[in-house]
């Protein structure tokens, strides 16, 4: 296994590039506190091991890990949940409105693509559902979690119904999912949405958080003027006409 590829965003917070397959710069995140680790999404499948790696080139240990953040049900996202939910005592905490996709109690809608996200991905008849994983804690907008200075979580549907940030105080960090992404150096849109209206209007909870540091699951983070860059945010994958 090559060596883990981390980007340190703050002191407490880095970000693990997964190997794509398909995907465009796919990413998790590891926030380090002194009693534990909180990830938040854990990449496909097959990504248990690199994130162990990546937690021992951090100095921790796989053992170490308190909690996983699922942003949304995505199999890119949730792959390698179940697996690191049996490391140590971690609880696993996703949107209430993803929840029953995330077990697998139900299967998750379809996004509903445009003819250029068309171009890019090819329509299914399946959802992308990673191995089902229980569901410890189901959460909601303003709902608070106790690691990062008390990090709250920002609902930000359309995505998936269920889609949540995070936003964590002692980072002035915003944690997308994949409601936003970065794209040839672009702040954009996140693609292949359920509700492609619902994603727009989320855009603006997530810029008045004020975050100084932005993390997408997809694509470079933005270090500085976070908040702006997303007001901001294109559209290049637009319906045409």
Known sequence: MSSP??????PSLHRLR????????????????????TLIDTGWPDSAELIAAALAAL?????????????????????????IATWASVEVIAGAGDSRY??????????????????????????????PCR???EV?????????????VVAAPGHTPGSIALFLPDAAALLTGDAVAEFDG??????????????????AALAATGARIAGFGHGEAVLV?????????????????
């Open 140 to 152: 909601r907008d303003g709902d608070i979690l106790d690691f990062a200075g008390g990090a709250r």
């Open 102 to 131: 995330v077990t697998g109690a139900r299967r998750g809608p379809l996004p509903v693509l445009t003819d250029p996200e068309k171009a890019i991905h090819a329509e299914s008849d399946e959802p992308s559902h990673g191995p």
């Open 18 to 37: 997964i190997p794509t397959g398909p995907a465009h710069l796919l990413n998790c995140y590891i926030w380090l506190d002194s009693d534990g680790v």
């Open 5 to 10: 590829d981390l980007q340190q965003l703050t």
């Open 59 to 83: 100095g921790r240990d796989r053992t170490d890990v308190r909690r996983i953040v699922l942003t949304h049900f995505h199999e890119d996202h949730t792959g390698s949940a179940a697996e």
């Open 225 to 241: 003027n976070a908040s702006e860059r997303i007001a901001a945010a294109t559209d290049p994958f637009a319906p045409a006409g």
């Open 186 to 203: 672009q702040v954009i849109l996140g693609v292949f949405n359920t509700d492609r209206a619902e994603a727009s209007r989320s855009l």
């Open 135 to 137: 569901v410890d804690r």
